[in-house]
């Protein structure tokens, strides 16, 4: 059987006509497979949902208790059949309840990665390489200028600036959802035990993050219309970065304005943001990693979702590895 036969692009999505099921649908449908909890591979309106039980407990506190018709939660590791083909999640090392999927029929074996990343994580699994036929890998930073550097070094260059500049309130924008955890989880292991103050968006998400054992230490809110500005100078206050353009973050004492991403990597867009201080934190793999994780799978086919096709495919072909892009329409870098 032809690879297309167990999964193929549709404009809804990544679909199995036998199985007859999405994987990371980008508009409502009958059955999804969900790999994690960010918008753009998680979105509400579908009848049914089957993901790792943490994916489904972030795509509630997200969307409601009515994101879908019904749920069904599935522990990493283990597997089930759907009209026939057998289904597995596997650690993707994104964030919390990140789950590469592994479809099996017939003798052909294809593994959706989702997103994922291979550098060490404190508050998720590790990514699992897994033998397939075909890997479904992303590229967001699938161009040979993304080398990204130790994230424990980028940590350091924050505190170094805690000392330097004891007056003024370090503002770092990271998204809600896995970054923001990651940086403050990062900030404990080098031994910062100071409260860190969140911006209210990142409260739900901090909290459920620390009922499922990740460690996140003294979380304060960082409500400065009720608090006065001097009781942040010298602090960390992490917010989304969309709180960069509201008042909210106007209200801070002299803030030295932070961004983590993967995308700090790139000067003009820290320049754009006004960033005084960026910080290249990924959660995506980099090019290194990407070509590394494509030699370890060694799968026969590659093919490419979203982010920079392009470069990965043309790799993949002077590897002597066959590949092609998919052109997916709808995923973003929301979990950079």
């Not at 002597?320 to 329409?329: C, I, T």
Request: charged share 25%; aromatic share 8%; proline share 8%.
């Amino acid at each position: 059987m032809k690879p297309e036969d167990l999964l193929c692009p549709s404009p809804a999505g990544l679909y199995s006509p036998i199985g007859d099921f999405y994987v990371d649908p980008v508009r409502p449908v009958a059955r999804a497979l969900v790999t994690h909890g960010h918008s753009d591979h998680a979105r509400a309106g579908h009848g049914a949902v089957l993901a790792t039980r943490q994916t489904l407990d972030i795509m509630r506190l997200r969307y409601g208790p009515g994101f879908c018709g019904s749920e069904q939660p599935i522990e990493i590791g283990k597997e089930i059949e759907l009209n026939g083909v057998r289904v597995g999640f596997h650690p993707a090392g994104h964030v919390l309840g990140s789950a590469q999927i592994a479809l099996e029929y017939d003798g052909m074996r294809i593994v959706v990665s989702g997103d994922y990343k291979r550098r060490p994580d404190p508050t998720c699994s590790p990514f699992e390489p897994l033998r397939c036929d075909v890997f479904i890998t992303e590229a967001t930073f699938g161009l040979p200028v993304f080398n990204h550097p130790d994230p424990n070094a980028e940590i350091a260059r924050l505190l170094t600036s805690l000392e330097q500049f004891p007056d003024r309130t370090h503002l770092v924008g990271a998204y809600a959802l896995g970054k923001a955890q990651r940086l403050i989880a990062l900030l404990r292991a080098e031994g910062y035990r100071r409260p860190i103050f969140i911006h209210g968006a990142l409260t739900q998400l901090c909290d459920y993050y620390s009922s499922e054992g990740v460690e996140l230490g003294d979380l304060r809110p960082a409500t400065a219309e009720s608090t006065d500005p001097a009781t942040f100078r010298g602090e960390v206050v992490i917010g989304p970065p969309s709180s960069f353009n509201e008042r909210w973050a106007r209200r801070f004492a002299d803030p030295l304005a932070i961004f983590a991403s993967g995308w700090m990597m790139v000067r003009q867009r820290a320049k754009q943001r006004g960033v005084e201080l960026p910080l290249v934190i990924s959660d995506h793999a980099d090019w290194r990693e990407l070509t590394a994780t494509l030699q370890e799978i060694a799968p026969s086919q590659v093919w490419v979702t979203h982010g920079r096709e392009e470069a990965l495919v043309r790799w993949c072909k002077l590897a002597g590895v066959a590949a092609r892009p998919l052109h997916m329409v709808g995923y973003e870098d929301e979990g950079d």
